[in-house]
């Protein structure tokens, strides 16, 4: 995934100004920074949720600005989950198939393998109210796997959970990332979530890159 001169403006005000970014096939990019710094902004821009103001998005070296969000191969998981209350576990996982209108046996199959990776087999027909916050961030991961993209987008899908659940999560997705290998972007204001994380720390400040780095390279004593 490439960024080249991506810009934002709502009205006059600039909150994305000018970032470019590399992102190697297969890394684990977070991008930390102070709330209103512009994150979710860029990653709704990656995902077509929001068009850029100017500037270029390429996935897997093809530029996407002018595609739709389904046709961009991404799949993000939000920090409230979005997840639709009326319909079951399984309903929720198997959605992005049922809109692109796969053969019902295939959505079956695919849900079934998605829950088992997330560990929520036992779980497929309750309702989203009938779940942990934790199972419920599960059913979002499910149902962006079920997506099979070729990146995953993180708006800091952690930040609604306790402190134990969100060290359990954090080391769930660590180990999805490392078992199936998709290239992700993980955005959060929390330093310790982008230091257990990351391959690369994306430093962001009102608007702008500050740092690219290892953890170990980016992490300043406060
Ligand atoms: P972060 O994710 O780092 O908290 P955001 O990307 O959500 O930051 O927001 C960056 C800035 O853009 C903030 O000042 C926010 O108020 C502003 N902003 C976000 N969305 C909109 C919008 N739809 N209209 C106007 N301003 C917005
Ligand atoms: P549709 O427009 O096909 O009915 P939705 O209403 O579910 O689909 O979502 C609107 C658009 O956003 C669709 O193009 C869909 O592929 C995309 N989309 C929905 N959820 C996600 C997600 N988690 N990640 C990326 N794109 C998504």
């Given at each position: 995934m490439s960024l080249r001169g991506v810009r934002k403006s709502y009205g006059r005000t600039e909150v994305v100004k000018g970032v470019d970014l590399e992102v190697a096939a297969g890394e684990f990019i977070v991008v930390l920074?102070?709330?209103?710094?512009?994150k979710s902004t860029l990653l709704r821009i990656v995902a077509g949720l929001e068009d850029a103001s100017a500037g270029e998005i390429l996935i897997g070296g093809r530029?996407?600005?002018?595609?739709p969000p389904r046709r961009r191969e991404v799949a993000m998981v939000f920090q409230n989950y979005a997840?639709?209350?009326?319909?079951t576990v399984a309903g929720n996982i198997g959605y992005p198939l049922r809109i692109a209108r796969a053969p019902k046996a295939e959505i079956a199959a695919r849900v079934a393998e998605a829950a088992r990776i997330v560990s929520l087999e036992a779980y497929l027909?309750?309702?989203?109210?009938?779940?942990?916050g934790g199972q419920r961030q599960r059913v979002a991961m499910a149902r962006a796997i079920i997506r099979q993209p070729r990146l995953f987008l993180f708006d800091e899908?952690?930040?609604?959970?306790d402190a134990k659940l969100r060290v359990q999560m954090r080391a769930e997705i660590k180990q999805l990332h490392q078992r199936l290998g998709v290239t992700s972007v993980f955005v959060t204001h929390d330093q310790v979530e982008a230091m257990t994380l990351a391959d690369r720390i994306v430093v962001m400040n009102t608007g702008v890159v500050e740092q690219v780095g290892r953890p170990t390279e980016v992490y300043r004593r406060p």
């Open positions: 920074g102070p709330s209103g710094c512009g530029a996407v600005g002018h595609l997840l639709y209350p009326h319909l027909d309750r309702k989203p109210s009938q779940l942990s899908p952690l930040s609604n959970l």
